[in-house]
Structures are given as structure tokens and as C-alpha cells.
T-cell receptor, first 114, second 118 residues
């Protein structure tokens, strides 16, 4: 099925460990995003990309890095995980060149840092 | 910067009743979109309805309708004839219209947890 695929779906990390979350989309979307969801705070934008090879900071970028080497993939990295990064992470994509402001979301990754 | 506020953390109604979820936003932009997203326990984000700010007519999708008050910067969601499957977290969101620099970034409210009771 066409859409946005996130891997892994669940992960438990120890403080200080590193990991990479992978987001893949097959809709030829130009823009991709990483959000984190925390109780009472909605979804907040971490980083985003407006095209292959580009990245930009969102609202809460500290402690995260991203890369978009291929148009279809957007990677989110945690170099040294902290308990404050315990959250549900969503990837999304949008814009196929038409006047369409629809987002497609992945199913989320629940990350726990202990 | 834009902000979106949902002042009702939780709401609960009986099945078949009508419920209205509130949302206010703050922006200096004139052209933008507003959205309501539903997040059921499955965690999937589902678009419920979208409103374009330049359109005066309120958007409607079956049992879902909005009351868009641009001057008041208010965007409430009304769900009629509620069903058990409407139980979910609902998020209001804002998107500035146009331009690559905006990159279609969504700004979300805090969410309202809606429970439909049988």
C-alpha cells in the first residue's frame, strides 16, 4: 500500500545510547517531516526537509539530527538518548507538486529512554 | 509564530449526541489552512476536515462540520450523531499557505480526548 512507513514501531533505549528512526514514502512527495507527540503538548515539529539533500530545524530540534540522502527516505537520529526524548515520533510527507496541502502520516514509533 | 490552543483536554458525551470541540489560533497571516485530525487508539493520524481561510463557507464532511470565525480566530469542530468509533484524540492544526519556506508545516494544538459513551 502507498504511504509512509516508519521503522521501528517500538524501541527501548538506555540513556546515552544512539539510534536511527527510518521513514520511507512512496508517493514522490517533496516535503518530509519529523514530529514528536507528548501528552498535553500535541505534535511538535522536530526537523523537516523540502527536498532531497535538504534539512531544516523545526520547533524542538535539540538532541536530534536528520538526513535526506534520497527523496523517499528521511532519517531521524538520536546521538545520545535522554529520558526527555521518551515520546511517540511521527513521520509525515506532503506535496506532490499539485495544489494539495494534504499530509500523509506514518503510524508512529514509540520510543522509551530509561 | 503561529500558536493553536485547544482549551478542552477531555470531553465525554453519550452516543448519538452532538459535541463541539473548540480551537483558537493566533496568526498574523491572511492566507492559511486549518485542519482537524483524529487519532484513535491505533495511533494513526486521520484527516477529518479542512478549511481554507479565504473561503467564508464552513467546511462539512458528513457528520463533521466546522464553525470558522476568521475575525475571532476560532475554528470549532461539531460532530453530529456521534458514534462509538468517534472516540479518539482530536487535534486542531494550522498551516500557512504557500511558499517553499513555509514547507507546509503544520502547527498543532494540544489535543482534546473525546470519549463517546454507549
Amino acid at each position: 500500500n502507498a504511504g509512509v512507513t516508519q521503522t521501528p514501531k517500538f524501541r527501548v533505549l538506555k540513556t546515552g545510547q544512539s539510534m536511527t528512526l527510518l521513514c520511507a514514502q512512496d508517493m514522490n512527495h517533496e516535503y518530509m517531516y519529523w514530529y514528536r507527540q507528548d501528552p498535553g503538548m500535541g505534535l511538535r515539529l522536530i526537523h523537516y526537509s523540502v527536498g532531497e539533500g535538504t534539512t531544516a530545524k523545526g520547533e524542538v530540534p535539540d538532541g536530534y539530527n536528520v538526513s535526506r540522502l534520497k527523496k523517499q527516505n528521511f532519517l531521524l537520529g538520536l546521538e545520545s538518548a535522554a529520558p526527555s526524548q521518551t515520546s511517540v515520533y511521527f513521520c509525515a510527507s506532503s506535496y506532490d507538486g499539485t495544489v494539495n496541502y494534504g499530509y500523509t502520516f506514518g503510524s508512529g514509533t514509540r520510543l522509551t529512554v530509561v | 509564530a503561529q500558536t493553536v490552543t485547544q482549551s478542552q483536554p477531555e470531553m465525554s458525551v453519550q452516543e448519538a449526541e452532538t459535541v463541539t470541540l473548540s480551537c483558537t489560533y493566533d496568526t498574523s497571516e491572511n492566507n492559511y489552512y486549518l485542519f482537524w485530525y483524529k487519532q484513535p487508539p491505533s495511533r494513526q493520524m486521520i484527516l477529518v476536515i479542512r478549511q481554507e481561510a479565504y473561503k467564508q463557507q464552513n467546511a462539512t464532511e458528513n457528520r463533521f462540520s466546522v464553525n470558522f470565525q476568521k475575525a475571532a480566530k476560532s475554528f470549532s469542530l461539531k460532530i453530529s450523531d456521534t458514534q462509538l468509533g468517534d472516540t479518539a484524540m482530536y487535534f486542531c492544526a494550522f498551516m500557512k499557505r504557500g511558499g517553499i519556506q513555509g514547507a507546509q508545516k503544520l502547527v498543532f494544538g494540544q489535543g482534546t480526548r473525546l470519549t463517546i459513551n454507549p
